[in-house]
């Protein structure tokens, strides 16, 4: 059974009813790394946030594990492009932020055990910390003191501390410069050999889609409808050089003719006229 | 050379200089004018001169409040000054700690949808209430002690203090929100170990800008109904063109707001050194 079953989902705002998606089905299987690729407010984001449980459908169901998710719980980690961290904590204490919730609640600080526990989840941030590719030293900086990268890897570290079962990435890297950038996808690769754990990575960058993802699903508008899945294809891992620039080509065909579709549509009236 | 002018950077002794310059002005005027006064009528008592508020300052802070007996001890302690400052500063605490419900109240407005449509066209609506208008029937209400001088200026200063907390806590990027979930917490969690720790230095700097306005409630109900406090005895002190103590009192009001503005600010500094103030 796969983890993940987006059934038939369709969302529109505002009035009158703006589509967004239309008629999503898609199925992903624990482990898989599936990157949503589309260009800018083609839906990638809000396909995301469905999965995540911070948007209710409005037809269709998203199902986690045979069980429908519709709020944000511990089953999915979270990066997002900004605000990933908790300004007003240090970088550990933003990473043990999620083992004090679970295990604490509230008021957990007023219970004496609190701070035998904290000893340790400091000690298992710290491993974190490292695995990431953080300096030790690091963990006591607050986010501004941090840069756009190392602020990502904590966020990172925060999410999978916690062990979900799926980690929801939306355009995570996207405000990092070029290097940073393959730093991260080299990291984030690794922790996903290394955890196993289903990432759900949205990108509007068709290279970082082909080497991060074992599975990439292309999402493109239609017209005046909503954004449809336009291609979804498995790309074979380790990837050969020589496939990438015909994966490319047929990644990127897809968003092109999309693009030459709605110029054509947007042209049709004038020149009738 | 507007770019030179808005780049420009005073350096430490011209930044000094140019900051006390307009208290040196005002001092030097004032006496200046109390002098020509003086010189014109010796008993001018609109603009004593110095060493008169300094005599009547002298006379405020060791003779006990007219009424009182003098207690055996320190004469300050029973003097006017600290017994006026006594009352004015417990009434002033006991309003600041009414603002902590209003902060919560304004954090739950701003993050739980149905606390929010409950109270928010309320306290919009009991926000644009002038609280002075309502000063007579607060007194009708309830009477002329304490309760009817701190309802002014529960009225006066909770509305602002609930709506900045509202949208302080409507700032807060919904990322944060939902990353806390997705980390386990609870609603109860997010509420006061995210969000609230986040808004806190905003809130404390959004009370320092309103604490003006809490002294203003209060010495408007001290002057009208009361026994004691800084208000009353500058109230009292006007019916007998009592200037050498009325300015002295002034400043020293003055003063004391600084005290309190100065010290929050510090305690913001030291409980959330992550703050950077734009």
């Known amino acids: 059974m796969a983890l993940i079953r987006v059934e038939g989902v369709s969302v529109a705002y505002g009035k009158p009813p703006h ?14 790394f599936v990157c949503v690729l589309g260009q800018t407010g083609c839906g990638k984001s809000t396909l995301l946030r469905l999965v995540l449980g911070a948007e209710q459908p409005n037809t269709g169901r998203i199902l986690i594990d045979g ?10 980690g979270y990066v997002p ?25 509230l008021f957990g600080r007023l219970r004496p055990r609190f701070y035998a526990r904290r000893r340790a989840w400091r000690q298992e941030a710290f491993e974190y910390l490292v695995k990431t590719g953080l300096a030790p030293g690091d963990g006591h900086k607050y986010p501004d003191q941090l840069s756009g990268g190392m602020q990502q890897r904590v966020a990172i570290a925060q999410a999978l501390i916690n062990k979900p079962r799926i980690l929801l990435m939306d355009e995570a890297f996207s405000a990092l410069d070029p290097g940073t950038r393959a730093d991260m996808q080299h990291l984030i690769r690794t922790l996903w050999q290394a955890t196993g754990t289903t990432i759900l990575f949205v990108t509007h960058n068709t290279q970082e889609a082909l080497s991060l993802g074992t599975r990439i699903v292309v999402l493109a508008r239609e017209g005046s409808g909503g954004s449809r899945i336009m291609a979804d294809l498995d790309v074979p891992r380790p990837c050969e050089e020589s496939e990438i620039p015909r994966l490319v080509r047929r990644l990127e065909g897809v968003s092109r003719q999309r693009e030459d579709r709605r110029e054509l549509e947007y042209k049709a009236p004038l020149l009738d006229g | 050379m507007a770019f030179g002018l808005i780049h420009a950077k005073p350096g430490r002794g011209s930044g000094a200089l140019l900051s006390w310059m307009l208290f040196a002005v005002g001092i030097g005027l004032y006496i200046y004018t109390a002098a020509e006064r003086h010189r014109a009528n010796p008993d001018d008592r609109i603009v004593p001169t110095v060493a008169q508020m300094a005599r009547g300052m002298y006379d405020a802070v060791l003779q006990p409040p007219e009424g009182v007996e003098a207690q055996g001890g320190n004469r300050f302690f029973s003097g006017m000054l600290w017994k006026d400052t006594e009352a004015t500063s417990r009434r002033f605490l006991l309003s600041m700690a009414l603002l902590i419900p209003a902060v919560i109240l304004g954090l739950h407005m701003g993050l739980f949808p149905y606390v929010g449509v409950f109270f928010l066209r309320f306290v919009l609506f009991f926000d644009k209430i002038v609280a002075l208008s309502l000063l007579p029937i607060l007194f009708i209400v309830f009477g002329i002690d304490e309760l009817s001088k701190i309802m002014l200026i529960v009225i006066g200063v909770t509305p602002t203090v609930i709506l900045d907390t509202f949208n302080l806590t409507r700032s807060v990027p919904e990322e944060q929100v939902v990353k806390a979930f997705t980390l386990g917490a609870s609603d109860f969690a997010v509420a006061y170990r995210v969000v609230l720790r986040q808004i806190m230095p905003r809130v404390l700097n959004s009370i320092r800008l309103n604490l003006k306005a809490v002294m203003l409630f209060l010495f408007a109900g001290e002057m009208i109904a009361s026994t004691d406090g800084l208000a009353y005895r500058i109230a009292l002190l006007r019916r007998h063109m009592g200037m050498d103590v009325i300015i002295p009192y002034v400043l020293w009001v003055a003063l004391l707001l600084f005290a309190v503005d100065f010290g929050m600010r510090r305690l913001n500094r ?9």
């Open chain 1, 19 to 32: 589509p967004v998606l239309a008629d999503i089905t898609l199925e992903i299987q624990e482990g898989s």
């Open chain 1, 67 to 76: 069980r429908e998710h519709r709020r944000p719980d511990r089953v999915c």
């Open chain 1, 81 to 105: 492009q900004k605000y990933s961290l908790f300004p007003d904590r240090t970088a550990l204490d933003n990473i043990t932020f999620g083992p004090e919730a679970c295990e604490f609640g």
């Open chain 2, 270 to 278: 030291a409980l959330h050194p992550w703050f950077r103030e734009a």
